[in-house]
């Protein structure tokens, strides 16, 4: 029963187990009101049509959003990546600006957390999972998180909010809709970070600052495009009228049915409605994929894989090229020769060819 959707079922599927026994009743005992099945063809393709257009459009929304999720992923951890190995590190000043590149991939995976919390509509101007814990300020906090599942991430003293708290405890603690953009503000400052390392050339190089500040850009076409997808669901008019149809379809099924099967016309008209409803039921369950159902995209598991990445991008210093091409145990042209580096360098050129023409297996 896990993530199905039999439980929505239960009592649709009652409802017309006894339609359809009311139908066979009068039917057999009263009078035959039946009718001719030839409506059950021409009205199936109708329904199936609507049904077919409620699942797709359903499907794309959710496919669309796991391709933003995927997009935002990789995105963070190359923005990361090369921060942390392509901004210098001044003389006299390594501790503060090896912690500032901390604290900028914090951020990063601080953004892909907060744009959760505002896609799922949770009111907010802080979170279990993104500030430090301990007792909030009511002035500070409009409500938790509701799965708190991803480890909280360092951003006390950002600001981030600040327009909020001035507006007083009680516009926070009451709202029914998030507050202010957190993942907006967090993009700024990471703007702002990068302004600062190319201002005091630690970031010198054009391509890779061009490459940053486009980084930063797709997070936020990235942001909007998650938003786009919550804030536009199906028109309301094809809802109703795909709800309507589907329901019309259901209820008629014993009057043209009871000719031909007598009373397995109730198992049979059940058994079409579990089908039918089913796929309808499927399509309204996925249609937002941001939110925390079963059924939906796993974003704490997102989240938490974004700052795992993030975490082993700055678990070590930047290397240095040489540091692991040129080790002794690197077997660099293996399996046509064992030594290390060191060993097959005092080779000549000519020698070096010959063995890399020998590692082409026919």
Known sequence: ?????????????????????????????????????????????????????????????????????????????????????????????????????????????????????????EPFTCYDDVDPPGPPSPAHCARRSRGGATAPIGLEGLGLGDGLKHGGAESATTAQRPLGNMPLELLAHCSAYVKR???????????????????IALLHDIQTGTNRIVSTPLPLAYSIAISQITWVYILLLPFQLFNTLGWATIPACMFAAYIILGIALIGQEIENPFDDGVNDLPLDTFCDQIRRDVHIVTSRPASDADSFLQREDHAVLWPAHGGGYHDIRTQSLESIRKLLARRVVP
């Open 1 to 121: 029963m896990y993530g199905s959707v039999i439980p929505l079922m239960i009592l649709p599927l009652a409802l017309v187990g006894t339609w359809a026994t009311a139908i066979t009743v009068i039917c057999t005992y009263l009078h035959n009101i039946a009718m001719n099945p030839v409506l059950l063809t021409v009205l199936g393709f109708v329904v199936g049509l609507s049904l077919s257009f409620r699942s797709s459009t359903a499907y794309d929304r959710y496919n669309e959003g796991r391709k933003l999720w995927a997009q935002l992923s990789a995105s963070t951890s190359s923005l990361a990546r090369l921060i942390w190995v392509h901004v210098d590190e001044r003389e006299g000043h390594e501790k503060e600006d090896v912690l500032d590149k901390v604290a900028f991939c914090n951020m990063l995976v601080a953004f892909s957390v907060a744009l959760k919390h505002q896609l799922r509509f």
């Open 197 to 215: 390392v190319i201002d005091n050339n630690t970031f010198p190089r054009v391509p890779y600052q061009t490459s940053a500040l486009n980084t």
